[in-house]
């Protein structure tokens, strides 16, 4: 059964700092664009970084482009988002996903259950 599991997420003060962890399972990453996505209440679901299995690329969303990381560790199945320098708009509950490639929003077929980040005072 493929699963992805998002832990990591928390309350943070604005300029903190947090590092989401994407654990896969029923199936190896390392062939696989991982993405990460959020949404915040009222808004629809965005694209924040992608991973490409392919080629190492990486892809990043203009709002957190400079303050976010995107990584893995194929050995253990895990995708990495490191999210530096938070701001409050940065709020929202955060996916990741699994696709062939780095696309659209619908090519991302496997998703994690989110975890949720809230930047606040």
């Known amino acids: 059964q493929l699963q992805l599991v998002e832990s990591g997420g928390g309350l943070v003060q604005p300029g903190g700092s947090l590092r989401l962890s994407c654990a896969a399972s029923?199936?190896?990453?390392?062939?696989?664009?991982i993405g990460w996505f959020r949404q915040a209440p009222g808004k629809e679901r965005e694209g924040v970084s992608c991973f490409s299995g392919k080629d190492g690329s990486t892809y990043y969303a203009d709002s957190v482009n400079g303050r976010f990381t995107i990584s893995r560790d194929n050995a253990k199945n895990t995708g990495y988002l490191q999210m530096n320098n938070l701001k409050p708009e940065d709020t929202a509950v955060y996916y990741c996903a699994a696709a062939l490639v780095c696309g659209t929003i619908q090519d991302f077929a496997a998703w994690g259950q989110g975890t949720q980040v809230t930047v606040s005072t």
């Open positions: 029923g199936f190896t990453l390392d062939y696989y664009a």
